[in-house]
Nanobody, 125 residues
């Protein structure tokens, strides 16, 4: 079992920044893939970014490339999502997910085994 707890969400104006954190505990393996997803009301959960827990490979959705950065701190068992130049369309509940690392289908929420409870991000215009 892997337990994930997200934090760092909040209300920010357009153009502002937030840093989300995902603290992992339990059976955290260096071979895991850690992903950030978001879900707005009435919409499906969509991929934002993912990173291999041991480092090296990072993946981003086109909508956030150049604005968001995913990183991890192995010593703290924490994955971060730095979000800059935020837009109203970035407003959603953001979730952290984990699964064994496979380079394919990293964007598919259905392939992730573990999820946190989410943290709300609201960007005002």
């Amino acid at each position: 079992q892997v337990q994930l707890v997200e934090s760092g969400g909040g209300l920010v104006q357009t153009g502002g920044s937030l840093r989300l954190s995902c603290a992992a505990s339990g059976r955290t393996f260096s071979s895991n893939l850690m992903g950030w997803f978001r879900q707005a009301p009435g919409k499906e959960r969509e991929f934002v970014a993912a990173i291999k827990w041991s480092g090296g490979s990072a993946y981003y959705a086109d909508a956030v490339k150049g604005r968001f950065t995913i990183s991890r701190d192995n010593a703290k068992n924490t994955v971060y999502l730095q979000m800059n130049s935020l837009k109203p369309e970035d407003s959603a509940n953001y979730y952290c997910g984990a699964r064994p690392y496979v380079s394919t289908s990293y964007w598919a929420a259905s392939t992730y085994d573990y999820w946190g409870q989410g943290t709300q991000v609201t960007v005002s215009s």
